[in-house]
């Protein structure tokens, strides 16, 4: 090109220039594609204890589901998955992912998969982790096809995987499935998955590390074995590696023992309507935040039934009460709030009418407490025709029926959680409840960023670009000269 004819530096030169600079994109791999993250991520250290880090996450809220959003892996998008203390597997929606009749699985921002990650790892099957079932082969490749039962007719199913879960700064290795099979009544719009925080007993074999047991190794044991929970009406906070004391109101916290590390089952001692007992038992409780209503028996419940209706006879002010009395006469069970599937025009006034709920735990320390939770709490609300209507957020535990809690005899889901926070010290084999002092958070709209390391390449790869261009240009005007110059010379 620089040979006896004059080159110019024109339209052709700079496509081709243009071509090359494509190709090293291309080969080098850089991506300028954007992703979506909260922007409310921190981590920090606990100011009592400089040993112990901890990670704050906003909470989104919707259809009962309180959800936290990350990155897994080389995926651009971030996935929004609900936090269940009442499992311990996380599923995420993959891109082959359907339901039971042949739909395609829906979800929130995106699925798993799509595309890869560089970093995927389909767990080669082993019985330790796969158990008697027999290898699931996909492309190929002998792995395990895991299946997690939720509760009745409540289902997923999907390959055993292993890439990388980010955190703020944290990373860490952890094991999931992507779902290749859910049940109909499971995906979800608002979300990408399950993200279960029980212990891994309930895991499929019961030796797969889950997914906070591999943030806390991964953290170099700097975060405690604990977690906190923090509900509010629109959205909330998951605080992993222990206790965030600007969102607890001084000197209200008590803890009760863990009964056993498969669900976080506690003993409720008893309950309370308005402070007067209903007369039960003792009996085994779920703290399942998976689950939005409270779950009890059919006994304890007939039993709440009679102490709430005893509230029609207490005076002129609750004679009448939308969905429990009018004129001082309770209103017949199916035509009550008790009936789930009713919904009652309520005011302010009306709601206040309705008597607090008392929960009992035997503490830590021997001394029993109670949880107070009034009827903003206990009584779902939805917006129709710009006025809220009300129902009752207790129901039956034979509506969970999957013959896995028949350790627990009541269910307290996150209903039960909203007005506290919750503490799961899984160190001290203790749950920790005291009255919050603001849980409403909430994830801030999606914040475009761009892959600062993808940027990096580019400009790296542009500046070389321009050097060579200019490079390139002064070369050509070099040998023009040179060549104008032996115009100029006779030759004899």
């Not at 390391?453 to 790296?460: R, T």
Request: hydrophobic share 40%; aromatic share 12%.
């Amino acid at each position: 090109a620089l040979g006896k004819y004059p080159m110019r530096f024109g339209l052709r030169q700079l496509a081709l220039c243009l071509c090359v600079f494509i190709c090293i994109l291309h080969v080098c791999g850089a991506d300028l594609r954007t992703f979506s993250v909260p922007e409310a991520d921190e981590s920090y250290r606990d100011a009592t204890n400089d040993t112990s880090v901890m990670i704050f996450k906003p909470l989104g809220f919707a259809n009962g589901q309180y959800y936290v959003e990350f990155r897994l892996g080389t995926q651009k998008h971030p996935f929004r998955l609900s936090l269940d203390t009442g499992s311990s597997a996380m599923y995420v929606v993959s891109k082959t992912c359907e339901l039971e009749n042949g739909a395609p699985c829906r979800h929130a921002d995106g699925v798993y998969g799509e595309p890869a990650s560089k970093t995927v790892e389909l767990v080669k099957f082993n019985k330790r982790f796969c158990g008697t079932k027999a290898p699931y082969i996909f492309e190929g490749k002998e792995t395990c096809l895991m299946r997690y039962n939720y509760k009745h007719n409540v289902w997923a199913e999907g390959l055993l995987t292993r890439d990388y879960l980010q955190l703020s700064q944290f990373q860490a290795p952890v094991y999931f499935f992507q779902s290749t099979t859910v049940s109909n009544d499971f995906s979800s719009a608002n979300t990408d998955g399950v993200w279960g925080l029980a212990y891994r007993d309930l895991t499929a074999s019961g030796v797969i590390p889950t997914v906070f047991d591999n943030i806390v190794s991964h953290s170099r044991h700097e975060m405690a074995n604990s977690f906190s929970l923090c509900f509010g009406d629109s959205g909330g906070a998951l605080i992993l590696g222990g206790v965030n004391k600007t969102l607890v109101q001084e000197d209200s916290m008590a803890y009760t023992p863990i009964q056993n590390e498969t669900y976080y089952i506690v003993v409720l001692s008893g309950m309370f309507v308005s402070e007067k007992s209903i007369g039960m038992s003792p009996v085994k409780a779920i703290i399942d935040s998976g689950l939005p209503m409270i779950y009890v028996t059919d006994s304890i419940l007939d039993e709440m039934k009679k102490s709430m209706f005893d509230r029609c006879s207490q005076g002129q002010q609750f004679s009448d009460i939308p969905g429990l009395c009018v004129k001082g006469v309770p209103l017949p069970v199916t035509d009550s709030i008790f009936n789930t599937a009713k919904w009652f025009f309520m005011t302010p006034d009306d709601v206040a009418n309705y008597p607090d709920i008392q929960f009992e735990f035997p503490g830590t320390d021997g001394i029993p407490f109670k949880v107070n939770l009034p009827p903003t709490s206990y009584l779902k609300n939805q917006v129709v025709g710009g006025s809220p209507q009300y129902s009752f957020g207790f129901s039956t535990l034979s509506v969970l029926n999957n013959g896995t809690i028949s350790d627990a005899t009541i269910v307290l889901g996150n209903m039960f959680m909203r007005p506290l926070y919750t503490v799961f010290d899984r160190t001290n084999k203790r749950i920790g409840f005291a009255n919050s002092t603001n849980c409403n958070f909430s994830l801030p709209p999606p914040t475009l960023l761009v892959d600062f390391k993808s940027i990096a390449l580019f400009v790296a790869v542009g500046i070389l670009l321009i050097i060579s261009i200019v490079v390139f240009a002064f070369a050509c005007y070099i040998r023009r000269k040179q060549y104008k110059n032996t115009e100029d010379v006779e030759y004899y």
